[in-house]
């Protein structure tokens, strides 16, 4: 379905992506996430056909999407800040929709539409961020295109609408299953979603596992100095704050039982990282942080 193998692309001189691969035959929920420049939005716009690869090899479903109109009926791609036409309202929206996707589902567009509330004749331009969100889910969900990609698919929506949202996306996935990719800042919204994780860092896909994996690995160690630097390899270290006799550690570990009964033993207290925090760390740009 997917394939990306050491794929690079430069804007002008400037490395914007290299040595990507990330190869996918199966239906799946992705999520992608990355700190501002890592090559997220570079890495979309070539999956979808907005830019020509420097360099490595990209196909959607044996094709190579840049320029090539037959791969565009596999790939739909909702960007942040998506360029509706200015002139256009929701009813225009879906009928282009229905232009450019063969496998369309106007029943399944109709019903989002009443969903989220959109004012089908109100200029699309005039909506709020939150409302322009929604619209780019009705496109992207009905579109039925076997490779879906949403940028920032939450922005602006409310904890209810955020959870319409991910009730319309699995019942779409379950009645029609598909490639997504969701692409955000905000991991602890899409991850309960997403089967897989894409991290990005340093223009390169770092890791591609199951979200599960991940989710087993960051701890934070709280306890007396010596107490706590027995239980890390210095290499593992992401962040320490020094707070009086004792010291707070981020560590690269997994959470496990042996770790727990292990820092039970030597006073330590020790708890799950927060997916996100454990992120932002492991793609700092410096290896550890020292805070006092």
Known sequence: ??????????????LALQHVNLNETEPVIVGMWGRNGAGKTTLMKLLSGQEKPSGGQLE???????????AMRYVTYMQENHPFSDMWNVNDALRFGSYFNENWDQEFADRMVE???????KKIKKFSKGMQTMIK???????????????????????????????????????????????SHHIDEIEPLCEKMAIIDK??????????????????????????????????????????????????????????????????????????????????????????
Do not use: C, W
Request: proline share 5%.
């Open 137 to 183: 889910i009705v496109i992207g969900l009905a579109s039925h295109a076997p490779v879906t990609i949403f940028d920032e698919p939450t922005n602006g929506l409310d904890a209810h609408m955020r959870k319409v949202f991910y009730d319309l996306l699995l019942e779409t996935y379950d009645d029609n299953p598909r490639l997504f990719i969701l692409s």
């Open 60 to 70: 959607i479903k044996g094709i190579e999407p840049y320029n090539h109109s037959e």
């Open 1 to 14: 379905m997917l394939k990306v193998n050491e794929l690079s692309f430069y804007y002008g001189n400037s």
């Open 115 to 121: 969903l989220f509330e959109l004012p089908r004749k």
């Open 203 to 292: 223009q390169t896909i770092t890791q591609y596992v199951e979200t599960e994996e991940l989710k087993r690995r960051g701890v934070l160690l709280t306890g007396p100095k010596e107490a706590v630097e027995k239980l890390v390899d210095e290499e593992q270290i992401l962040e320490t704050k020094t707070l009086g006799n004792q010291i707070n550690m981020m560590a690269d570990l997994p959470y496990h039982e042996n770790l727990i009964q292990k820092a039970k033993e030597h006073g330590v207290k020790v708890e799950k990282a927060p997916l996100q925090d454990y992120l932002v760390q492991i793609t700092h740009k410096q290896k550890r942080v020292n805070v006092r």
